[in-house]
C-alpha cells in the first residue's frame, strides 16, 4: 500500500481548511491494517481514522498519519441483523435499510458521513440516536494489534459521546445493527409534528419512508449544505446539567429549559441567538444565518482562525449566562 506525505486537508474535511496531514494512507481491505501498524510502530507517530471528514477541524499541520477508511460491504445476517464496514456512507445504508424493510433509522436521514464514525459521537437527531439500534462493534486495536468486538455495554454512550471519544486505540471496522420487527415510528420531534400538521398528514397513515423524506425535507431547511458552505453540523453540544446543578445558577428565566431523567437540558442555539451571534461574519469564519449551532467559514480558511472564532462565541455566552459551550466535533 503506498503511504504519501503531505497531503492537504482541502478535500478531505467539510470544513475544507488548508491544513496538511504529514503522512496520508487509505484501508481498503482488513488485511492492510498490521502494515499501517507497522508504519506507526516504525515512525512512532500519532494516526487519525478518518471517514468523510464531516466533523473534524483541522486546527494545526497533523504531524501523524492520516488513514481514510475505504471499507465498504453490507452483509444480511439475519432479518434482524445486519454488519456494516463502516467506510459505508451514513445516509446510504438508511436508504438501503428502509429498502429492506427494516424499520427505525428513519429519524436519521441525510446525517453525513460514514458508518464507522456513527458511534464516535453517538450521532443523532430529531429525537433518535445510533446507539439505540447498534448491537456491537468490530475494532482493531493499535495497543495490541488485535481485532476484538464490543458489546454496546463497552461502548460507553451517551449525548453525543462513547469510549470512541476517550481513547485513539480502536479503529472501527464494522458495526452491527438490531432491527426491531414491530418498530414504531417516532413523531415526537416538535419540528416533525409541526410538519405533519402544516401538510395536513394523518398519523396513523404514515410509513418509514414518509418519516425519512419529512426529516429531509426539515434538515434540507435549516442546515446549510456543507458542500455549498463548508461547516460540520452542530459546532457546538447542547447544554446538559444534573437538576442540582442548574438550580444554583440562577439563570434568566427567559432561556427555555427541558428537564427529564434528573438533568436539564438547555438549546445552546437559544443562548447563541440570543447572543446576537446568528448570520454574524468575523473575516472568513461566522455563525450560519440558518442555523445558530453551525460555525461555516469560507474554503481555505485556517483551521485556528476557525477555533479562535468558535472560542470568543464561548466566552461571549459564558460571560453573559455562566454556562460554558462545548465544541462537538473533533480538533485535530
Ligand atoms: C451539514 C452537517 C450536518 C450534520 N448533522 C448531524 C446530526 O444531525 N447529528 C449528528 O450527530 N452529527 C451531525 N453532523 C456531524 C457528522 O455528520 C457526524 O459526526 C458523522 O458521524 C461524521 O462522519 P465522518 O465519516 O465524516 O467522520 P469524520 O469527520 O471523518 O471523523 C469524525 C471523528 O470520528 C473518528 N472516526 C471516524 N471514523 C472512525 C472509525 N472508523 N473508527 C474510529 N474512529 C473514527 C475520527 O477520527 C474523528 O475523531 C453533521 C455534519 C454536517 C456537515
Partial sequence: MKFFENRSFDDLCSLKVEENARFYCELED?????????????K???????????NIVPIN???GLVIKNKLKGITE??????EVSSGENWNEFVKWSLSEGKKGLENLALIPGTVGAGPV???GAYGSEISKFIEEISVFNFETSKVE?????DCEFSYRSSIFQ????????????????DSKL?????????LITSKGLIEENLTSYDVFDLVSQIRKKVLPDHKLNPNVGSFFKNIRLPESEYRKLDLPTDIPIYKGDGEVKISSAYLIEKAGWKGKREGGVGISDLHSLVVVCDKGTNGSEILEFANKVIDDIYSKTGLRLEIEPTLV
Fill in 30 to 42: 482488513y488485511d492492510q491494517l498490521n502494515e499501517i501498524d507497522g508504519f506507526l510502530r516504525e
Fill in 44 to 54: 512512532s507517530i500519532k494516526h487519525l481514522v478518518l471517514g468523510e471528514g464531516t
Fill in 61 to 63: 499541520n497533523f504531524e
Fill in 77 to 82: 445476517i439475519d432479518e434482524s441483523f445486519v
Fill in 121 to 123: 459521537q453517538n450521532i
Fill in 149 to 153: 468486538t464490543m458489546k454496546k455495554d
Fill in 166 to 181: 476517550q481513547t485513539n486505540k480502536y479503529f472501527i471496522l464494522s458495526v452491527s445493527f438490531k432491527f426491531e420487527q
Fill in 186 to 194: 417516532n413523531l415526537s420531534y416538535k419540528s416533525i409534528q409541526e
